[in-house]
């Protein structure tokens, strides 16, 4: 296998998309590994973001491989103007492996495009965080033994959540069907619900999170409703508890649904949830070393 | 009547190229797009014309000059159904069909100011998703460009 990069969830067919999920399915197993011994990995963060930087780092560290780089762009060069055409060749010449987070989209394409070093998308502004998105799949996976035919209920933020369009995108490879649930100023973009209408994926969509929605899915997906996201502070006052998740609104649910949230929570579930066994997003969360190991080890032409 | 005018628009220029059947409210658009500015030539430019087909419409007549097919498609970018027509001795020797290429390279800038493209020196890149009316994806922040939006670099 050669080595590659990994910028966005769309460059993935199913059977890509599947064979990350297995390898990170043994790393789960056996999380302690040597494959990357000798190895440099280096880790630009751009943006700051620590619980990304430190799963990606403990990914590597797990598998016995170095990390070098920064965690926020006042300490780099690009401060001092530098293009990052002039950053990724310089960090080239040290490292096998970039894992780059930014806060421009499409940096992470541009950076695969001046360096043969493999590039790791860890995120770029509202764009794509393929990290995520297969830690979600890989959870949704794992929790229900399948990834077909998932009934999904995506609340919240669904206008501008990157989270929930890489998984619409990623999902749609299984025959899904979503429900959309979200305020209207949140509702999910156009283009999305066409990227389903072509697939013949079915959705409905609509502004009441209530029980006989959460009573019909496998997994509900919770994002932040955050509050600079409105133009008028009022409303929302008004739909930020609307969209908080109860555990009494649990009891009738099916026993295989889990809940999952990208994290950090801010108030969308009450903390009355975490105790419920259905209550899956610290797990979720720890999944993320896994994938990212697959990942990694994927872009190194290593599995 | 109108007849003697269209033969008359055509007849006008001996050699070289005529853009026809521009919708009015982008012709001077066209006019940036192949950079007439700075173009030497005789151009005649005519718009607000009336056309049966369009209600108003824009010419525009290059003498002693002929495109090569990559520069004269990027005209498919703002006017797919504008027509092309090579003129040799008074005579329409070509008429040609505007075609976009798969994907190209400069000419249109990523509206999204966040984008890479915005704010490294290098070049923007499209895919052409639609042909008409156009639909561009820029591969950097993956946004779609409907043919309204696009704005030339
Ligand atoms: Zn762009």
């Known amino acids: 296998m050669s080595s590659k990069s990994i910028v966005s969830i769309t460059d993935y067919s199913k059977d890509q998309i599947l064979s990350i999920l297995d390898s990170a399915a043994t790393f789960e197993a056996n999380p302690n590994q040597t494959l990357l011994n000798g190895k440099v990995a280096a880790t630009l963060f751009f943006e700051p973001s620590t619980r990304t930087r430190l799963s990606f780092e403990t990914a590597v560290n797990r598998l016995g491989g170095r990390v070098i780089g920064f965690s926020d762009a006042s300490t780099s060069s690009s401060v001092k103007g530098e293009t990052l055409n002039d950053t990724i060749k310089m960090v080239s010449n040290y490292a096998d492996i970039i894992i780059m987070r930014h806060h421009l989209e499409g940096a992470a394409r541009y950076a695969s495009e001046v360096t043969s070093v493999p590039i790791i998308n860890a995120g770029d502004g509202s764009n794509q965080h393929p990290s995520q998105t297969i830690l979600d799949l890989y959870s949704i996976r794992k929790t229900q033994g399948r990834l077909d035919n998932i009934k999904i209920a995506m609340v919240g933020d669904l206008k501008y959540g990157r989270t929930v369009h890489s998984l619409l995108i990623a999902l749609n490879h299984f025959s899904p069907q979503f429900y959309f649930i979200a305020p209207d100023e949140l509702r999910m973009p156009e283009e999305y619900k066409i990227i389903c209408d072509e697939k013949g994926i079915p959705y409905e969509e609509q502004t009441e999170f209530d029980t006989d929605i959460i009573n019909e899915v496998d997994i509900l997906y919770m994002t932040r409703v955050q509050k600079e996201r409105f133009t008028d502070q009022m409303e929302y006052e008004k739909v930020k508890n609307v969209y908080t998740l109860r555990n009494k609104m649990l009891e009738q649910s099916k026993d295989n649904l889990r809940i999952l949230h990208p994290l950090p929570r801010v108030n969308e579930i009450d903390m009355d949830v975490d105790a419920n066994p259905k209550a899956y997003y610290f797990e979720q969360a720890r999944n993320g070393l896994y994938a990212r190991q697959a990942m990694i080890c994927n872009a190194l032409g290593l599995i | ?153």
């Open chain 2, 1 to 153: 009547m109108e007849n003697n005018e269209k033969e008359l628009q055509v007849k006008a220029l001996k050699n070289g190229t005529v853009i026809d059947h521009i919708p009015s409210d982008i012709l001077f658009k066209v006019v940036s797009l192949l950079q007439l500015d700075s173009v030497k030539n005789q151009i005649t430019i005519g718009n607000n014309l009336t056309s049966k087909r369009m209600g108003k419409k824009g010419i525009i007549k290059i003498s002693d000059r002929y495109y090569e097919e990559e520069e004269i498609s990027r005209i498919a970018l703002i006017a797919p159904d504008a027509k092309i027509n090579i003129i040799r001795n008074f005579e329409v020797i070509e008429k040609k069909v505007l075609s976009l290429p798969d994907s190209f390279t400069g000419i249109v800038k990523c509206p999204n100011p966040k984008c890479i493209t915005n704010n490294e020196p290098m070049k923007t890149k499209f895919e052409v998703i639609k042909k008409n009316p156009v639909v561009l994806r820029c591969p950097y922040c993956e946004r779609e460009i409907q043919q309204e939006d696009i704005q030339l670099l």
